[in-house]
């Protein structure tokens, strides 16, 4: 299995990646970004790009090395990586599925006003600020096309029936997410005080803009 999160800068990729490997701890983390820098810098005499997904090899390196990883570790990989082209979107999700038909692509959303209050509370050195908010349109843009996947919503996710379901990590019956603050317990379950209590917590972090970093 092959599970690529998708979204704009500062939407919760790197956050929701780490809570399903907490779930699913067989599966193991590919982050196409270092490949990427590398292959910019490899490749910087014969072709420059201020973005390392403008590459030629670029598309085939992300899907060659997530062939590398399956066949040597044989381990379900989770993968968190921004992409708004449509088309690169078809070619890495046709060549994943050639090293595994069972991939699942998930577009994570929030809110423009969320999503800048995150890259603006991230410090800059972990990317650049101006370059993320320029990017920030495409990116709202991608998470309304379904051809990016499944909509994730990550203000509030596990208080809705639409997250992530378990069975996507564990082949097991549909249920969404469980809250990191709620010690596992489900929407189903929960009781009408603990929802309350779950719902101005997830208004407070959407308002505050840290429900989740990139």
């Not at 599966?27 to 292959?39: K, M, N, T, V």
């Not at 490899?42 to 062939?67: G, H, I, M, Y």
Request: hydrophobic fraction near 45%; proline fraction near 7%; glycine fraction near 8%.
């Amino acid at each position: 299995m092959i599970i690529w999160l998708n979204g704009p800068f500062g939407i919760g990729k790197t956050s929701t990646a780490h809570a399903l490997l907490r779930r699913v701890p067989a599966a193991l983390l590919y982050d196409p970004e270092p490949f990427g820098a590398a292959l910019r810098k490899t490749v910087a005499t014969f072709e420059a790009a201020a973005d390392f997904q403008e590459l030629r090899a670029w598309p085939s390196l992300v899907v060659e090395t997530a062939r590398v990883l399956r066949d040597t570790y044989d381990r379900p990989l989770v993968l968190p990586l921004t992409v708004w082209r449509r088309s690169t979107v078809e070619v890495l999700l046709s060549g994943r599925r050639g090293i595994d038909p069972d991939v699942r692509p998930f577009r994570l959303v929030a809110s423009e006003a969320v999503l800048r209050t995150r890259i603006m509370g991230r410090p800059d050195a972990e990317g650049p600020h101006a370059w993320r908010l320029a990017h920030l349109d495409a990116g709202l843009q991608s998470m309304g096309d379904a051809a990016f996947g499944e909509a994730i919503g990550t203000v509030c996710p596990w208080l809705h029936d639409n997250a992530i379901p378990a069975s996507t990590a564990a082949r097991s019956a549909r249920r969404p997410w469980a809250n990191p603050t709620s010690s596992g317990i489900s929407a189903r379950s929960a009781s009408s005080s603990q929802r309350a209590n779950a719902a101005r917590w997830c208004q407070y972090n959407a308002a505050v803009g840290s429900a989740g970093t990139d």
